[in-house]
C-alpha cells in the first residue's frame, strides 16, 4: 500500500490503528479541561506517558526506509508516530524481498502523464 503525508496518508492510517489509546487519551484531556481531573502541565504530560506505556491495545510499527528515503522522511515519520500518540515503534532494516515488492509495485503503477 503505498500512502504519503497528506491529510488522508499515513496520519489517517495511523490514527485508525490507535483508536483505542487515542480514545483514552482524548477522555482524559476532556476530564482535566471540564476541571474533573487537576493536574499540572507536567503531570499532564507524564500521565499521558504513563497511559502510552502501558497501552496493550495499539499497533506495534516497524519503520522500514526504502533506499530512496532521505532523512527528512525519516524525521517525518517519527513526527507521525508522536501527532498520533503511537507508543510502540521501532526502525528496522528492510529486506531484500521487501524491497523487491517495492520495486515491482512501482514498475506496475501507471505513468503519468501530462498535457499542456
Known sequence: ????YSADGIRKLLLERNKTLARKI?????EVI?????????SLQGAIRHLK?????GPIV????????NYGNFVDILDEMNICGIARFTPVDIAWYEEKM????K???????SSN
Open 102 to 105: 517495492v520495486e515491482t509495485a
Open 62 to 69: 516497524l519503520i522500514k526506509a526504502y533506499k530512496e528515503a
Open 1 to 4: 500500500m503505498e500512502t504519503d
Open 53 to 57: 506505556n502501558v497501552d496493550d491495545t
Open 26 to 30: 482524548d477522555d482524559f484531556n476532556k
Open 107 to 113: 514498475s506496475a503503477a501507471p505513468v503519468s502523464t
Open 34 to 42: 471540564s476541571g474533573k481531573i487537576v493536574i499540572s502541565q507536567d
